[in-house]
């Protein structure tokens, strides 16, 4: 009974961290609770989310220090490639010191992947951790602007000499909005939280660069 209300208490925390504040009584998306649609631009959220920025930072850092362990390791096993130059082939020192270093080759293959899969598995759970906050930062602005249902779609400008931009665009699900676009709101909530609300206050419209569907 105790886990369950704390399990609960959390939630409810949780929850009204991400409440809309009071005071947004002109959100960015002016039109969205009068018909009840919203569209946001997910990926712009993810480069302006202080929090993620904040942790994909943090990877660099760890992805920099394992460069560093790695790098040591393969001056170690050049080092050991010269030493054995200096012994003739087959003596005991010879054979002793070109078994380490096969050894030593394998321990760094082994590191090599560890360290990838590692660094792999904290990237997917920065990815996973942001976009729950995303997704429940939606959910609670979409009910408490009554809004049915939130589209996803690109505020990027097409570039015409790039092929794959035009296809994005072309089949993008989102080719007009009138001002239901509730990034910006999305966005100063997640800040807010995040402890970034100087980021928080930027819009989508005002960004450089950025076309939204009309």
Known sequence: MKTMLAAAAAFALFAVSFAPQAQAQNPAGANAKKFGIGVVDINYIFKQ????????????????????????EQQKIV??????QGYNAGTPEYNKLDDEIVQ???????????????????????FYKTYREVDQAIDSYAKHYEIGIVFRFSGDEIDPNNRESILQTINRP?????????????????????????????????RPGATRPR
């Open 104 to 126: 030593m080759k394998a321990q760094l293959q082994l590191t090599v992947t560890r360290r990838r899969k590692a660094l792999a598995e904290q990237e997917a759970a920065i």
């Open 174 to 206: 989102v080719h007009f909005q009138n001002q239901i676009d509730i990034t910006p709101d999305i966005l100063a909530m997640l800040n807010r939280n995040s402890g970034g609300a100087a980021a928080s206050n930027t819009s989508v419209g005002s």
């Open 49 to 72: 989310h202080a929090g993620f920025r904040a942790a994909m930072d943090g990877m660099k850092t760890n992805f920099q220090s394992v460069e560093t362990e790695l790098k040591g």
């Open 79 to 84: 080092q050991a490639e010269k030493q054995k």
